[in-house]
């Protein structure tokens, strides 16, 4: 059989890594100082923008409605108050209101005591026609008309504006701040200070669609580092209690750290910046590097203590030699695995799959580096004159090794028929699994961001804000005015039925200032002028609101003026539902006019969400391909190639399809989990097929060259794997819902794997190599 490129030994090039392995050595820590430096320039983007490609519709509908507008980052300081609707109320509306116009980031806002403002424009507090004023000026300015019960007019506007200033009980305020975009994460973090200043009995909370977004970004940040500190700790514990060898940990910890400097600096080059997906890169980084220097460990003890061999330059050269091509072909498919991540709509997702694409080539540089140097360190574990243990005997682990492959190895063709079953039944199971796309069910239900929604869903009807844009005339007339109030009507009407729960859904809110305008018009002064002067008059009162929902000054060259409608929906509401929701808002507002927007902060997380969840099947199928084809390439064998990758789907397919007979379904956590795992779990089968050929190049019959290349690979993956399900299963105690999702997904994806590649693997090999060879009948 020829020796295909996995299982060819390189002994020069081994020889050549011995030679000059002190220079390498230096050249590697040198080489991280530069890197050091550069990669400390490194950001972190938390804007939404930064989640969209610069091309996709839904993101430019939304930078529209920032140019237009002035942004559309809106969060809400709720507080409990019973006296709301009084002066006293009021007077305290009025100093937080201010307190919060004051920060930095905060465009404007929009709160009770601003309505106050704006109603003395609709009712006076001095008579316009007679002109009498108050007659004594030092006295306090009697309580505002809008808080009067027995005025038809107050009690509309007050009905306007309920559901985003005050509760429909008029006993839960909400202070409403319209931040500016790129200083978001400051005026979120000073509103959270005077949040916090606001006495505790009344309950104070800041919600909104950019706080859940800040709120998912910091448990994403404190998962990633747990997780990295968790499973390099883990790994090295494992590698020192297994190996008992301090070069093989000081190499991981060498290797990790300068992949780390090398990528990190590299996304700086490239004019990247970390995101919400990229917090689990060092994880990654660890991940691959220990599977490696698992491998050499393995062999360098197994060289080092059988008879007649010590720890010489000979026995590390053997063992560069043998590891060094399958451990290169192992970072070369895990580059591939991770850039099928470059096909994502999610900017995010792209720029992780370049991320961690860069990071296997860079650990493969970090190798180079430091191997050689590493491994002729003394070991340390005896002395010449010191006996070496015999590790011929097998163990009762080895022992249950052999049993579990030669079990397998019997029954190759029934396994390799089965696996086939399972992962077309998986695979069509997993395709039905249902998608959340709600946000906030990221959260758990016992975290005080769902309670707080909770809370602000019940009293103000609904946190989801979103919005349509309509094309408004030079003048609005009272008969665009009418049609804007008529389609306002359809929209309340709207109806969405959860067929799970048979619950109807529907806009809890639906404001314009056509609604602001109609309330204008009661009041017998201003009954008799145009909408656009009332208007007018509106944005004397509350310029930052009006601004915010009708283009005032004259449009560009070309351009037309427009009129933004403020919707409001739950938030909690299924993923499903708000997207046909947000359909039916679509139809409704292209039937107005074909130039009508549908878009704002709720719209484009549910696209977000839902983009993450359709790419990953394309992201599966290209890494599935880019890892066949570079399988192929290593092997000379089309027939391999398909089997690793039959073994290498199957894993993830089962986990998914056993996560929704568990009632699980696809979310955040699970739309890159194709891509990664595939890339992760590669190592073993890149390593048995190198140790499969290699055997068979020297004349050994089929099955006993599965057998011992199985049993062979067994030990560093199931020390790599251990240690990895215990690491990625820290992740399960997350706040964060898709990070304790990705970790178990993860960690039950490598465990199946690693019983995969130990048993269906080799079956399969043996499976496909009938025909073609003579088979060995097992005793």
């Not at 299963?729 to 130990?758: C, D």
Request: aromatic share 6%; net charge neutral.
């Amino acid at each position: 059989m020829k020796t295909s490129l996995i299982a060819s030994p390189r002994h020069t090039l081994a020889r050549l890594l011995w030679v000059w392995r002190w220079w390498l050595f230096l050249a590697g820590c040198v080489s991280a100082i530069p890197l050091a430096i550069y990669q400390t320039d490194l950001g972190m983007d938390r804007s939404l923008a930064a989640m969209f490609s610069p091309t996709d519709p839904t993101l430019i509908q939304y930078q529209h409605l920032q140019q237009t507008f002035g942004g559309n980052l809106v969060v809400m300081l709720v507080y409990d108050d019973a006296e709301l609707m009084t002066p006293e109320g009021v007077a305290r509306n009025q100093a937080w209101t201010t307190s919060a116009e004051s920060i930095d980031g905060v465009r404007g806002v929009l709160s009770v005591s601003k309505l106050v403002q704006a109603f003395a424009y609709i009712r006076p507090q001095f008579s316009l026609l007679t002109g009498s004023l108050p007659s004594n000026s030092q006295a306090p300015p009697p309580p505002s008309k809008m808080l009067a019960k027995d005025d038809p007019v107050a009690n509309s506007f007050r009905d306007l504006f309920a559901g985003y200033t005050h509760g429909q009980d008029e006993k839960t305020a909400a202070i409403v701040a319209m931040l500016q975009p790129g200083q978001t994460e400051s005026a979120i973090a000073e509103l959270r200070r005077l949040a916090d200043q606001i006495p505790s009995e009344r309950a104070p909370v800041l919600i909104g669609e950019p706080v859940l977004l800040d709120d998912a970004f910091d448990m994403i940040q404190a998962d990633g580092n747990r997780l990295a500190w968790g499973t390099i700790g883990l790994l090295s514990l494992v590698m020192m209690l297994t190996l008992r060898d301090y070069r093989v940990v000081l190499l991981a910890a060498m290797a990790i750290v300068w992949a780390t400097l090398c990528t990190r600096a590299s996304i700086v080059a490239l004019g990247m910046e970390m995101s919400l997906v990229s917090t689990i890169l060092i994880a990654i980084i660890a991940v691959i590097v220990v599977a490696a220097v698992m491998h050499i460990g393995v062999r360098s003890r197994d060289n080092s203590n059988a008879p007649g061999e010590s720890n010489t330059s000979e026995s590390i050269v053997r063992v560069t030699a043998f590891l060094a091509i399958p451990i290169l072909w192992t970072c070369l498919t895990d580059a591939g695995g991770f850039a099928s991540l470059l096909n994502s709509q999610v900017r995010p997702v792209q720029q992780f799959g370049t991320m961690t694409a860069v990071a296997a080539l860079a650990i493969v540089a970090a190798l180079v580096w430091f191997t050689a140097a590493l491994m002729s360190l003394p070991s340390g574990k005896r002395t010449p004159s010191q006996p070496a243990q015999s590790y011929q005997t097998p163990n009762l682990l080895k022992r249950f090794l052999v049993h579990l492959v030669t079990t397998s190895l019997r029954h190759s063709k029934l396994l390799s028929i089965v696996s086939i079953i399972a992962l077309v039944l998986s695979t069509t199971m997993v395709t039905r699994l249902r998608t959340e796309t709600s946000f906030l069910s990221n959260f758990r239900e016992t975290s005080g961001i769902v309670q707080a929604y909770a809370r602000v869903e019940q009293q103000l009807g609904g946190a989801g804000v979103w919005d349509v844009v309509l094309p408004a005339p030079e003048t609005i007339s009272p008969e665009y005015v009418s049609r804007v109030q008529t389609f306002e009507n359809k929209l309340r009407e709207l109806e969405v039925v959860d067929s799970s729960t048979g619950q109807t859904h529907r806009l809890t809110k639906v404001l314009s200032l056509a609604d602001a305008d109609a309330v204008a018009a009661q009041s017998p002064l201003l009954s008799i002028v145009t909408p656009e002067v009332r208007l007018a008059g509106m944005r004397t009162a509350i310029p930052t609101f009006a601004d915010a929902l009708l283009t005032f000054d004259p449009p560009k060259e070309g351009g037309t003026r427009e009129l933004r409608i403020m919707l409001r929906s739950e938030e909690s509401m299924p993923g499903k539902v708000k997207r046909e929701l947000i359909h039916q808002v679509a139809q409704l507002t292209h039937e107005f006019d074909e130039g009508g927007l549908v878009t704002g902060y709720s719209v484009l997380m549910s696209q977000l969400v839902s983009s993450l969840l359709r790419d990953q099947w394309k992201a599966l199928a290209i890494a599935l391909a880019l890892v066949g084809i570079l399988i192929g390439i290593a092997t000379g064998s089309l027939r391999y190639s398909l089997v690793a990758l039959l073994t290498n789907t199957l894993p993830v397919m089962l986990v998914l399809a056993a996560m929704g007979l568990a009632g699980g379904g696809l979310d955040l956590g699970s739309a890159m989990i194709g891509a990664v795992s595939i890339g992760l779990s590669i190592d073993g089968s890149i390593h048995f097929l190198a140790g499969y050929q290699r055997a068979r190049s020297a004349g050994v019959v089929v099955v006993v060259a599965a057998t011992d290349a199985a049993t062979d690979v067994a030990t560093p993956i199931l020390l790599a794997t251990l240690a990895l399900v215990i690491g990625f299963g820290i992740l399960m105690t997350s706040p964060f819902i898709p990070t304790a999702t990705f970790g178990m997904l993860i960690a039950a994806t490598l465990a199946a794997s690693a019983l995969i590649n130990l048993t269906l693997l080799p079956a399969a090999i043996v499976a496909v190599d009938r025909s073609k060879h003579s088979y060995c009948k097992l005793d």
